[in-house]
């Protein structure tokens, strides 16, 4: 029969784990309560709001905000932009990346060093946004989907973990797959890939919600109000205060438009996070593999 022999921990760890946990509790509820704040208030009459605050007086709750933003087509269009720049820029930056790392991770692919000292400068220097816009200018691909998607597609950041996440696959398993006949393509494609998938989930995840967050390059490079995603219509309504027109057009009062625009603000920060709030429980289980071994073996 075997025994559970109890680690006894002295007054100095019991002390320091007491200490943790009471960091990460106020961690998360730092966290946690700006989230609850934003979700009530989206809710919440805008006179109201802005007179008394937040209240759990149901009846002073209206889904007026959510109304408006469902209801105009800036919304919708700018939704329907983000999703598709989000999709194509995550297929096409985990495909390059994983490309990338598969010969950066071979010991027989020559100028391993050289290629590995050039993609790391590149993570300290970049030569800037106006030579980055003229190339981009040059290339043709101004307020075109690709000059958002394009040009931070590669990541040697992720290229560096895949990279050593291909390190750790059992060498036996390549070998076997050359004695049956299998060639440097039809390996990776067929057998590393499979293995990969939780270093594929991962990566995708973290593209994914990165475009999904940016608005930068899209306000430099689309001109086209259809063209442009849901940040930029979310950036008019928290930073500039502007709605969009028909949002609140029926309202006379200044007062009343800057009661709801204030209100249209937590409404569309809901829904611009409900996409990712959806995908994290799905990812959410490959981290520890995706990571933790694509970041320690090696």
Same mark, same amino acid.
């Given at each position: 029969?075997? !025994?559970?022999?109890?680690?006894?921990?002295?007054?100095?760890?019991? &002390?320091?784990?007491?200490?943790?946990?009471?960091?990460?509790?106020?961690?998360?509820?730092?966290?946690?309560?700006?989230?609850?704040?934003?979700? *009530?208030?989206?809710?919440?009459?805008?006179?109201?709001?802005?007179?008394?605050? *937040?209240?759990?007086?149901?009846? !002073?709750?209206?889904?007026?905000?959510?109304?408006?933003?469902?209801?105009? $087509?800036?919304?919708?269009?700018? %939704?329907?932009?983000?999703?598709?720049?989000?999709?194509?820029?995550?297929?096409?930056?985990?495909?390059?990346?994983?490309?990338?790392?598969?010969?950066?991770?071979?010991?027989?692919? $020559?100028?391993?060093?050289?290629?590995?000292?050039?993609?790391?400068?590149?993570?300290? %220097?970049?030569?800037?946004?106006?030579?980055?816009?003229? +190339?981009?200018?040059?290339?043709?691909?101004?307020?075109?989907?690709? &000059?958002?998607?394009?040009?931070?597609?590669?990541?040697?950041?992720?290229?560096?973990?895949?990279?050593?996440?291909? !390190?750790?696959?059992?060498?036996?398993?390549?070998?076997?797959?050359? *004695?049956?006949?299998?060639?440097?393509?039809?390996? %990776?494609?067929?057998?590393?890939?499979?293995?990969?998938?939780?270093?594929?989930? *991962?990566?995708?995840?973290?593209?994914?919600?990165?475009?999904?967050?940016?608005?930068?390059?899209?306000?430099?490079?689309?001109?086209?109000?259809?063209?442009?995603? +849901?940040?930029?219509?979310?950036?008019?309504? +928290?930073?500039?205060?502007?709605?969009?027109?028909?949002?609140?057009?029926?309202?006379?009062?200044?007062? &009343?438009?800057?009661?709801? &625009?204030?209100?249209?603000?937590?409404?569309?920060?809901?829904?611009?996070?409900?996409?990712?709030?959806?995908?994290?429980?799905? %990812?959410?289980?490959?981290?520890?593999?995706?990571?933790?071994?694509?970041?320690?073996?090696?």
């Amino acid at each position: 029969m075997e !025994k559970n022999h109890l680690i006894k921990l002295s007054v100095r760890d019991r &002390a320091i784990i007491r200490i943790g946990y009471i960091l990460l509790s106020v961690f998360v509820i730092s966290i946690i309560v700006p989230v609850l704040y934003i979700i *009530v208030a989206s809710f919440i009459d805008p006179v109201t709001l802005q007179n008394k605050g *937040v209240t759990f007086d149901f009846d !002073k709750w209206t889904l007026t905000a959510y109304e408006r933003v469902l209801s105009n $087509k800036a919304i919708w269009t700018g %939704f329907g932009n983000a999703i598709l720049y989000s999709v194509v820029y995550t297929a096409l930056s985990v495909f390059v990346t994983l490309l990338v790392a598969f010969p950066m991770s071979r010991p027989d692919f $020559k100028g391993r060093k050289f290629f590995n000292i050039l993609f790391v400068i590149t993570m300290f %220097f970049g030569g800037g946004l106006i030579p980055t816009y003229l +190339l981009v200018s040059n290339l043709g691909m101004i307020n075109t989907i690709w &000059a958002v998607v394009v040009p931070g597609a590669f990541s040697v950041w992720n290229m560096i973990i895949a990279r050593t996440y291909y !390190k750790g696959v059992p060498k036996e398993l390549q070998e076997a797959a050359f *004695v049956d006949g299998a060639s440097e393509v039809t390996y %990776f494609f067929k057998v590393l890939l499979p293995v990969c998938a939780p270093l594929i989930m *991962v990566l995708s995840l973290w593209q994914f919600v990165g475009m999904w967050n940016s608005y930068f390059d899209a306000m430099i490079y689309l001109n086209d109000a259809d063209k442009q995603p +849901l940040q930029l219509v979310l950036r008019s309504i +928290l930073i500039q205060n502007q709605p969009e027109s028909g949002m609140i057009s029926d309202m006379q009062s200044t007062a &009343a438009r800057a009661q709801l &625009a204030e209100l249209l603000k937590y409404a569309t920060i809901i829904v611009s996070s409900f996409p990712l709030l959806v995908m994290y429980p799905f %990812f959410q289980k490959y981290f520890n593999k995706g990571i933790l071994i694509g970041s320690i073996k090696g």
